[in-house]
């Protein structure tokens, strides 16, 4: 049961990374990334059309993204029982956030 959850713990950090990297600057999803966040060092700048509180967890960080992205897989997938669904978010958010660190060499 427990393999189960981590081997879907590590696809969802994939996808997470993914959806992250692709809403780069340059990347397939950066218009969209850009439309809805803006970009204050474009010239002139580009206004959002959308709030960080919504931005962060859907594209601009990878640690916030464990919320909703989490969420979704667990409710598509359903690894285990919903009562595990908060420990599975913070699980992934850590997870991410160490791979932030140790392999991206970023601390955001």
Not at 6 to 23: E, S, V, Y
Request: hydrophobic fraction near 55%; charge should be neutral.
């Amino acid at each position: 049961m427990w393999t189960q959850v981590i081997l879907h713990g590590f696809l969802n950090a994939l996808w997470i990374l993914g959806i992250w990297n692709a809403a780069l600057p340059g990347q397939v999803l950066d218009p969209i990334a850009t439309w809805m966040a803006g970009d204050s060092k474009a010239v002139p700048p580009i206004e959002g059309h959308a709030p960080d509180w919504i931005n962060k967890p859907l594209f601009l960080c990878p640690m916030c993204m464990a919320s909703v992205h989490g969420t979704l897989w667990w409710l598509i997938f359903r690894p285990v029982s919903f009562g595990a669904l908060t420990v599975y978010i913070v699980c992934l958010s850590g997870f991410l956030k160490a791979i932030a660190i140790l392999v991206l060499d970023k601390d955001s």
